[in-house]
């Protein structure tokens, strides 16, 4: 089985001694390759659907009348996720996070708000500094955003602070129900983990699609250790420019 990933036109590709090559496609014969001296059968313009595509290729040669050499392959054919359809539904949206800073050190704000208004250049930070004032971020953290009802979820766009190159690990839950509570603690119960990016190297922008079909009203991110971190770098808290998601409300909620 192969993921061919998408719907459309494609080419097939054939290796063969033979002299020619038929080509089939769920039983239906596409036409007949004769050789070119290369070994290889090409198929231009392939028109796959979505399912399951039955490939058969039968070889004959001109030596050996009445023998065929026949190889199959089944791809399953996907729906292409069309995400430029839908619109970001994050965007204003109601926001918690497990702590914020508030103001960073350059005086900007740094309130969980600005991860979903967007603007690529307002960020979140969580807290910076303990009671007494010294550098100490901690993690995990998480920051969570409320659709407002059930959507369907079809991609999650995050930016990251990526100021000296640092990386997140970082994971995805989202729940249907569960109202999270504004305050420094774990994830709460309720939630469940749909996506999980640990040993990240990717700096910045990156994308996050949800492997499985996911509906939610809550989508959460926690923030699970940064690279630039350390016991002398406690300074380097977590810190996302703009959190955003593709989907469309779910049919029969409100
Ligand atoms: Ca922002």
């Excluded at 313009?45 to 070889?59: N, R």
């Excluded at 350059?106 to 979903?116: K, L, P, Q, R, Y």
């Excluded at 993690?139 to 079809?154: Q, S």
């Excluded at 996050?208 to 630039?228: G, K």
């Amino acid at each position: 089985m192969f993921d061919f990933g998408e719907a459309g036109k494609t080419y097939t590709k054939v290796y063969s001694n033979c002299d020619n090559v038929e080509l089939f496609l769920n039983g239906a014969s596409l036409g007949m390759l004769a050789s070119k001296g290369t070994g290889v059968f090409i198929m231009e313009d392939v028109l796959l659907e979505v399912g399951q595509a039955d490939v058969k290729a039968v070889g004959t040669c001109a030596d050996e009348p009445g023998s065929q050499y026949i190889d199959t392959i089944t791809w399953k054919i996907i729906a292409s996720r069309q995400t430029d359809q839908y619109e970001n539904i994050v965007l204003h949206k109601p926001v918690y996070a497990s702590s914020e800073e508030g103001i960073g050190s350059d005086g900007a704000s740094t309130v969980a708000e600005n991860i979903v208004d967007g603007d690529e250049s307002s960020r979140w930070a969580a807290q910076t500094k303990n009671a007494a004032g010294e550098w100490d971020a901690k993690y995990p953290e998480w920051i969570c955003v409320d659709l407002g009802a059930v959507y369907n979820i079809a991609k999650i766009d995050l930016v990251f602070e990526s100021k000296a190159n640092r990386t997140y690990d970082y994971k995805i839950y989202t729940s249907l129900d569960t109202v999270p509570e504004e305050k420094q603690g774990p994830v709460p119960a309720g939630f469940t983990e749909v996506y999980a990016r640990i040993g990240n190297t990717e700096v910045g922008k990156q994308s996050a699609i949800t492997l499985e079909e996911t509906q939610a009203r809550y989508v959460l991110i926690e923030m699970l250790s940064c690279s630039a971190y350390s016991e002398v770098a406690k300074y380097v808290t977590a810190s996302i420019f703009e959190l955003s998601v593709a989907g469309e409300k779910a049919e029969g909620t409100e």
